[in-house]
């Protein structure tokens, strides 16, 4: 889906790009950065202190956890002309940011992901509530299973910094998968089930469901592969907690 330069044109694929978020789970939307803007955000990425016990370095990932908090300067990067639009135009302006993370896969990496459901959400602090769990805390990160009402409102934003494709890691998802709540992947059915590869174009994004089924291959091609990954929410949690990184 590419986006032109008229605005009815752009509110054109904004909605289409919903509707196939809505029924797929996942969606395209070429031209939302130019590649100024994508090359800003790589400069303000490098000069980030990677120091902190949210940065995680090695050999075939380099990832910043809470990466909207941890590199400040590049929120008016992000959510400039093109994102707000899309946003509003398509959900509205009772969504907030939830959750943000930046992986780079290098050009020699043997990084795989199987397939999976993204069934947690970042908060504050572990409280026993009804509905909520089990629990995981990563790198003093509280993170909760919460109720299906709360996934199935969410949508992640995933922001790509290079061209990907099949070869430097690209996702595999399996369309329409979001809509059987809890599926497990030793579950699927691969004779009923169709693997697509989600190619996106560096300054583009990808939309996709928490629900959704999806999976990352090794790099093939000695290309990188970097990826800045942001989840909305528009879902008030209860009292007891808050979302560990909400931005409005």
């Known amino acids: 889906m590419k986006v032109e330069s008229s605005n009815s044109l752009k509110q054109g694929c904004f909605s289409t790009a919903k509707l196939e978020l809505e029924q797929l789970g996942f969606s395209t939307v070429d031209n939302i950065y130019t590649p100024e803007e994508v090359g800003q955000m790589l400069t303000l990425i490098a000069a980030a202190n990677s120091d902190k016990a949210t940065f995680r370095k090695s050999e075939d990932l380099f990832a910043i956890r809470q990466f909207l908090k941890e590199v400040p300067e590049i929120k008016d990067i992000i959510f400039n002309d093109n994102l707000r639009s899309l946003i509003n135009e398509a959900f509205g302006q009772s969504f907030f940011v939830v959750k943000s993370i ?8 043997n990084w795989y992901v199987a397939y999976h459901q993204d069934l947690t959400i970042s908060v504050d602090k572990k409280v026993e509530l009804e509905g909520f769990g089990p629990w995981t805390v990563k790198q003093g990160q509280f993170s909760v299973q919460p109720p299906l009402t709360i996934l199935q409102r969410n949508f992640t934003i995933r922001i790509h910094l290079d061209h990907t494709d099949g070869n430097n890691g690209a996702l595999k998802v ?4 979001h809509l059987k709540n809890i599926y497990r992947p030793e579950t699927i059915n691969w004779d009923l ?3 697509i590869t989600c190619e996106v174009k560096l ?20 290309q990188k592969r970097r990826v800045i990954h ?7 949690l209860p009292p007891a907690i808050q979302w560990s990184e909400r931005l409005n």
Do not use: C, N, W
């Open 174 to 177: 399996i369309a329409q998968s």
């Open 102 to 109: 930046y992986f780079d896969k290098p050009d020699k990496s």
């Open 230 to 236: 942001i989840e909305f929410s528009d879902v008030e």
């Open 203 to 222: 300054g583009g994004i990808m939309l996709m469901k928490p629900l959704l089924l999806h999976s990352s291959s090794r790099t093939t091609s000695g």
């Open 193 to 195: 089930e169709r693997e």
